[in-house]
């Protein structure tokens, strides 16, 4: 049986220590094709709670080599079966939080640009205790989608700051795509930001600026240049 073969079996059996085994038994090239094949074609075929509890033990052997496993999750978020709500998720939380509290941000950044929606995203920040605002902005603004754009304008309004604003809005302007324009657009609208270093097609009505983020769906339709429903 080839090695990837039998990791597949090893995981899915559950058998972490024999997965332990099994990865200290290989040469240093071995251990780096092992690494890719965990990654790129074992870890995706993974159900969710299998996925992070496979996640968690692999960390726990050698976090360098399988830390950047957290960006294997898109199968999940692309079926919607993506939770954090798992018991690995805590364990995994804790023993970075033990051990490496600086990775904790490195696999929120690797998860935030598989997740579908804001409420995911905020499971994500809640589940690996992304409490901070500025924190949470900086890993939003790595970030180019509309659910993103909807928890960085919720996030600063919490920080009611028109200096961090106005660096939110430099930061989205050098993606220079309609999108990334449009939401500094609702942005600089809130906040009266008049010196940014660009030219913005998206007009925003006074009236809706009140309206901005009521909700998801009222947000999209802004944010597509499209008027709220009143």
């Known amino acids: 049986m080839k090695n990837g073969d039998t990791i597949r079996t090893l995981i899915a059996s559950r ?3 024999g997965m332990s085994r099994l990865l200290r038994s290989l040469t240093n090239m071995e251990f780096r ?29 050698k976090r360098a080599a399988f830390l950047s496993g957290a960006s294997s999750c898109g ?8 939770s954090f709500d798992t018991p690995s998720v805590i364990a995994l939380y804790n023993h970075l939080s033990d051990t490496h509290p ?13 997740l579908r929606s804001a409420d995911q995203m905020a499971e994500l920040f ?3 205790h992304i409490d901070n605002d500025i924190t949470r902005l ?15 304008f ?11 604003a106005r660096k939110c809005c430099m930061s989205i302007i050098k993606r220079n795509n309609d999108m990334a324009f449009n939401a500094v657009s609702l942005i600089k609208a809130y ?3 008049d010196d940014l270093p660009a030219r913005f097609s998206l007009n925003i009505e006074q009236y809706e600026l009140s309206h901005i983020d009521r909700d998801y769906g009222t947000f999209l339709d802004i944010l597509n240049g499209k008027r709220p429903k009143l």
């Open 15 to 17: 058998n972490w220590d």
């Open 33 to 61: 094709r092992m690494e890719q094949t965990v990654r790129t074609a074992v870890l995706p075929e993974l159900g969710n709670d299998l996925y992070w509890e496979a996640l968690l033990h692999l960390i726990i052997f």
């Open 75 to 82: 199968h999940l978020a692309k079926s919607g079966t993506l």
């Open 102 to 114: 600086e990775s904790i941000i490195k696999v929120v950044n690797m998860i935030l640009p598989h």
């Open 126 to 128: 809640e589940a690996f």
């Open 138 to 152: 900086s890993a939003l603004l790595k970030v180019d989608s509309p659910a993103s754009y909807y928890l960085i």
């Open 154 to 164: 919720r996030t600063l309004k919490l920080v009611d700051d028109k200096v961090i």
């Open 191 to 193: 906040w009266a930001l």
